[in-house]
């Protein structure tokens, strides 16, 4: 038999916001492969007696190195077993699954992508915080925080002019980042949220300005992961309470 | 009983793109309102006596007007009735969502927000192009073709700027966007894909660059809706076939 590599996004953390695809591959899988990110429920699905294998930590200390996921990935398929790579948020939204993607094929081995509900969009959404808004925003962008820091390749000037920025894992950065951006002419009145744990049973967020947030945030002592909005459209969240994301 | 409103994403187009969650409120929903894009297959999960109510199309002719489908929403839940929001993609990325959340809580009618897998990133990434890629993209943007023509408010310089650019509904205001992101100096080979009919599967991808994708796209005679890519990572796509979407 010929194996197969899917790469499945796993959603942004409440194990319903998998796509049924996502769920379907991972109840057949011979083999799991999964990020931290990826929370334990959603590995209950998995078959009884499939392999299941922790690649690491993201965005923190220990994780496995890149080439030895490949290798892992390669080898599991060759040996004609049906893998199933997880993945916190989408594959494709720096999930690395373009690396993972081009390192099967170069090695002839199968590959199928199976999109997910990224938690650029999701987390906010959680909060209330809508990305676009036909009054506020018409259109958005999504870096990650750990392109924030020093020797970051990221265009500030063009940032600072966007609409909505959406900043994943921004935490750690979001002194950087609010630095920059102000730097670049963005109005320190511009609201601002961090989603912490966004979708999540501890979800928490904070709501400031950019001149307030990166206090509010330290101040709040909140969780990874995290993800920043910066936009008008932040002002959605407070004219109400919303409910979502909760089963 | 206490009626309620679900607004839950669809999905890109592939009906198992669907997340668990809002296949489960779809399938106990009493009341389905739902866009043209969203695809046929998936109400027939629906109840056999639920109410469907189509809204019209999207980025097309005819269409319901937005306050009489808000009352239509607060007019069922009002009634006690399960209502569940159907919307192609995600509902906060161009979906109208946040006008609709506002609407029902003025209202004073309970809503909640599914999220779900936007074409953004789906129709990109059922084409094999990731979004974000560590070599050759670190962030992208988003943003409707539905504001690309005259009076545009986009901000085209910061729009040239970002790694990758994604364009929703891209397909008739093709020449403007190719026009006024060469005019702020993107460079003319930077690479291009338009996805139609993304993850369906009729899906069709026409690959070029900034100057060529245009005449490629409209000799291609392609099909709504299209999603536009424009930067490095559509290079990732031709470096090999994927399969990825069909089931």
Known sequence: TLGVVHLVGAGPGDAELITMRGLRLLRSAD?????????????????????LVCV?????????P???????????????????????GDPFVFGRGGEEMAALRAA???????PGVSSA???????????????LASG????????CGEGTRLDWSALARVPTLVVLMGLRALPNIVGRLA?????????AAVVSRGTLPDQRVVTGTLATIADLAAAADLAQPATLVIGEVVRLR?????????R
């Open 31 to 51: 083999v799991v492969v999964y990020d931290q990110l990826v929370g334990a429920e959603l590995l209950t699905y998995a078959r009884p007696d499939a392999r």
């Open 56 to 64: 690491g930590k993201h965005g923190h200390g220990a994780f496995t």
């Open 66 to 88: 890149q080439q030895d996921i490949d290798a892992l990935l390669i080898a599991e398929a060759r040996a004609g077993r049906r893998v199933v790579r997880l993945k916190g």
């Open 108 to 114: 002839g081995v199968r590959c199928e992508v199976v």
């Open 121 to 135: 969009v999701a987390a906010p959404a959680a909060a209330g915080i809508p990305l676009t808004h036909r009054a």
């Open 140 to 147: 958005f962008a999504v870096v990650t925080g750990h392109e």
């Open 183 to 191: 730097a670049h002419g963005l109005d320190l009145d511009t609201p």
């Open 238 to 246: 407070d004219a109400g309470r919303l409910t979502t994301g909760q």
